[in-house]
């Protein structure tokens, strides 16, 4: 399993980025996708996910409104459009498959398999 994450970058406060992540190893079409960010000294945390289909969509809070996930199975890529980027969104971020997307972001990584991530730095 295998995910390799960019799009990355610094961007001023208030700003937008678009991530993407290209998943290869297993059947992509198959699982819920979801990014992750952990912030230097903080712990990793969800920021959104979506289904399969891309039925459904989910955030945290923190974000709902200014982020967008969303996923092409022709490609085995997910994205994550995020704007009004905020100063304290400084993090690395991740993708990953995970067993299950639900409105509680409680997310597991399905294969406990992290890529190198992507870094974003939002300058105040």
Partial sequence: VQVAESGGGLVQSGGSLRLSCVASG?????YSMAWFRQAPGKEREGVSCIWYRSS?????DSVKGRFTISRDNARNTVYLEMNNLQHEET????????????PSMDLF??????????QVTVSS
């Fill in 91 to 102: 993090a690395t971020y991740f993708c990953a498959a995970v067993s299950a997307c639900l």
């Fill in 109 to 118: 990584n399905a294969f406990n398999s992290w890529g190198q991530g992507t």
């Fill in 56 to 60: 459904r969509q989910f955030y945290s």
């Fill in 26 to 30: 297993f059947r992509f079409g198959d």
